[in-house]
């Protein structure tokens, strides 16, 4: 069972440019968590999506941030108009529906630079 | 609002040396408690939880944490360190607010371990 997939691994962006970010969730997985790390800071709550909802956006940043987690496909992350300071990790999680709190299972990040 | 101190920014212990590490929280009400740890380049593993009952919980790897409402703290501890286990671990803090899956984290603490 494969877990968490994220890509791609490493982005690098020029500034005003826009980054495409992609999760697939674990299968049978329905909920889906994203997470920025600045550098040497701890993940930072952004989203949380079910199929084809979101449920929580409180992280998000009000400006050039989006996501979505459509019926088909992965989970995107869409940042346009990058700029130096979108320069983190992005993880997302996904786990399964149900009890509250089941344990997140994390990919292994995308690490975007932004020049 | 919720929110996780870490006070230990890096630990440096002997291998075979037993291991602390410390995690203070704010939350007015009960909280769900984590650890998960993150080797370099790597997504986070959960090592354990706490959600309600006992207070020492045992987790994978053979590490514990003890909950201590009184400390509002939830310190991870190992008796005996092993060279793998030097990574960077997080402390996280889950809400009772309702909708909400979303983790709090800590900035994390450094582990590096020495023969």
């Known amino acids: 069972n494969a877990g968490v997939m994220q890509n791609p691994r490493h982005l690098v962006r020029r500034r005003g440019q826009e980054a495409r970010l992609r999760c697939s969730p674990m299968?049978?997985?329905?909920?889906v968590y994203w997470y920025r790390q600045l550098p040497e800071e701890g993940l930072k709550f952004m989203v949380y999506?079910?199929?084809?909802?979101?449920?929580?956006e409180s992280g998000m940043p009000k400006e050039r941030f989006s996501a979505e987690f459509p019926k088909e496909g992965p989970s995107i992350l869409r940042i346009q108009q990058v700029v130096r300071g979108d320069s983190a990790a992005y993880f997302c999680?996904?786990?399964?529906?149900?009890?509250?709190?089941?344990?997140?299972?994390f990919g292994p990040g995308t690490r975007l630079t932004v020049l | 609002a919720q929110s996780v101190t870490q006070p230990d920014i890096h630990i440096t212990v002997s291998e075979g040396a037993s291991l602390e590490l410390r995690c203070n929280y704010s939350?007015?009400?009960?909280?769900?408690l984590f650890w998960y740890v993150q080797s370099p380049g790597q997504g986070l593993q959960l090592l354990l939880k706490?959600?309600?009952?006992?207070?020492l919980v045992q987790g994978i790897k053979g590490f514990e944490a003890e909950f201590k409402r009184s400390q509002s703290s939830f310190n991870l501890r190992k008796p005996s360190v092993h060279w793998s286990d030097a990574a960077e671990y997080f402390c996280?803090?889950?809400?009772?607010?309702?909708?909400?899956?979303?983790?709090?984290f800590g900035t994390g603490t450094r582990l590096t371990v020495i023969p």
């Open positions: 299968k049978g997985h329905s909920h």
């Open positions: 999506l079910q199929k084809e909802n979101i449920i929580d």
């Open positions: 939350y007015g009400a009960t909280p769900y």
């Open positions: 996280a803090v889950g809400t009772s607010r309702t909708g909400a899956n979303n983790l709090f």
């Open positions: 706490y959600f309600s009952g006992d207070t």
């Open positions: 999680a996904s786990s399964p529906a149900g009890v509250r709190y089941n344990e997140q299972f």
